[in-house]
């Protein structure tokens, strides 16, 4: 029952920035969108989430279209430490269960 | 602020046998899960608690895998008797509950290898 779609990997220079695209054509009003990565090894860590406004963290910025169907996380300034999966999960407010696709496998490279 | 701790981080036991995995959540979380790892595939939930009830247990092999959540803190994860298909990445998480958008946070994880 997969909500998003996602590239099965990508390639990006260290210091440029990065766009993860993520489509989710069946989002409905209340659904979030969140990002998370797991880099080799590691447990899951949370980036970002949002609604239908854009939002920016310290680690990232997302941008979502204003039909909703469709987003992008942007890393500014990519760095090697970011090579990891990427994951984009839409979860309704209350749901709390996170459906893990495939993700996009990230590699920055020097 | 600490993260989620889980341990051990690695584990190899023989089929048959049984297994415990242990968490400790960010302090103040009150939803916690497990989730279960395979090689190449996203997290599946197995368990979700919110304090020291159960919310849904519905992906839980109920007939080999149990979970508890004693005081509403730390909880553990068993498996008895393991088998082979077990192979995978522990992942406990943790939450808060107030607007029903809050993150959820991961620890390491567990790896276990069932020979």
């Known amino acids: 029952d997969a909500k998003t779609t996602q590239p099965t990997s990508m390639d990006c220079a260290e210091g440029r920035a990065a766009n993860l695209p993520c489509n989710h054509s069946?989002?409905?009003?209340?659904?979030?969108v969140y990002w998370y990565r797991q880099i080799h090894s590691q447990g899951p860590q949370y980036i970002i989430h949002?609604?239908?406004n854009n939002e920016t963290n310290e680690m990232a910025s997302l941008i979502i279209t204003e039909d909703r169907k469709s987003s992008t996380l942007i890393l500014p300034h990519a760095t090697l430490r970011d090579t990891a999966v990427y994951y984009c999960?839409?979860?309704?407010?209350?749901?709390?269960?996170?459906?893990f696709g495939a993700g996009t496998t990230v590699t920055v490279r020097a | 602020e600490a993260g989620v701790a889980q341990s051990p981080r690695y584990k190899i036991i023989e089929k048959r046998q049984s297994v415990a995995f242990w968490c400790n959540p960010i302090?103040?979380?009150?939803?916690l899960y497990w989730y279960q790892q395979i090689l190449g595939q996203g997290p599946k939930l197995l368990i979700q608690?919110?304090?020291?009830?159960?919310?849904?247990d519905s992906q839980l092999p109920k007939d080999r895998f149990s979970a508890e959540r004693l005081k509403g803190v730390d909880s553990t994860l068993k498996i008895q008797p393991a088998k082979l298909e077990d192979s995978a990445v522990y992942l406990c998480?943790?939450?808060?509950?107030?607007?029903?958008?809050?993150?959820?946070?991961f620890g390491p994880g567990t790896r276990l290898t069932v020979l």
């Open positions: 998480a943790s939450s808060l509950v107030r607007t029903g958008t809050e993150p959820q946070y």
């Open positions: 069946t989002i409905s009003g209340n659904e979030y």
């Open positions: 949002g609604l239908k």
């Open positions: 999960i839409v979860k309704g407010m209350g749901d709390y269960k996170l459906s």
């Open positions: 302090s103040g979380h009150a939803t």
């Open positions: 608690f919110q304090n020291n009830g159960v919310v849904d």
